[in-house]
Nanobody, 123 residues
Framework: VQLQASGGGLVQAGGSLRLSCAAS????????MGWSRQAPGKEREFVAA???????YYQDSTRGRFTVSRDNAKNTVYLQMNSLKPDDTAVYYC??????????????????WGQGTLVTVSS
């Protein structure tokens, strides 16, 4: 499965961005599609996921501000990010895997990764 993330950029605090993750070589509806991010000097952390069952998962700090969605026709997953904060500044990665429901969050649960897209939130 090849994943292509896009949509990053520079935005002011309080603004919005929508990230896209286009998949090829696999069908997003049969995978759990996850979003992670890595800020400078920090470890990569889970952000959100859309499980193949339709269940969504969010990190506590993004719940209520971020929304993960899937377009089966376009074989693409999205991460809508609203009310962005400077702490959201990071490289955002999309990933695909088939973890059990109890293993959605760990990085090791995902087998395929996109190249990352940079999100910068200015204060």
């Amino acid at each position: 499965v090849q994943l292509q993330a896009s949509g990053g950029g520079l935005v002011q605090a309080g603004g919005s961005l929508r990230l896209s993750c286009a998949a090829s070589g696999g069908t997003v509806s049969t995978y759990t599609m996850g979003w992670s991010r890595q800020a400078p000097g920090k470890e990569r952390e889970f952000v959100a996921a859309f499980r193949w069952t339709g269940t969504t998962y969010y990190q506590d700090s993004t719940r209520g501000r971020f929304t993960v969605s899937r377009d089966n026709a376009k074989n693409t997953v999205y991460l809508q990010m609203n009310s962005l904060k400077p702490d959201d500044t990071a490289v955002y990665y999309c990933a695909a895997g088939r973890p059990p429901a109890g293993s959605i969050y760990p990085r090791a649960s995902y087998n395929y990764w996109g190249q990352g897209t940079l999100v910068t939130v200015s204060s």
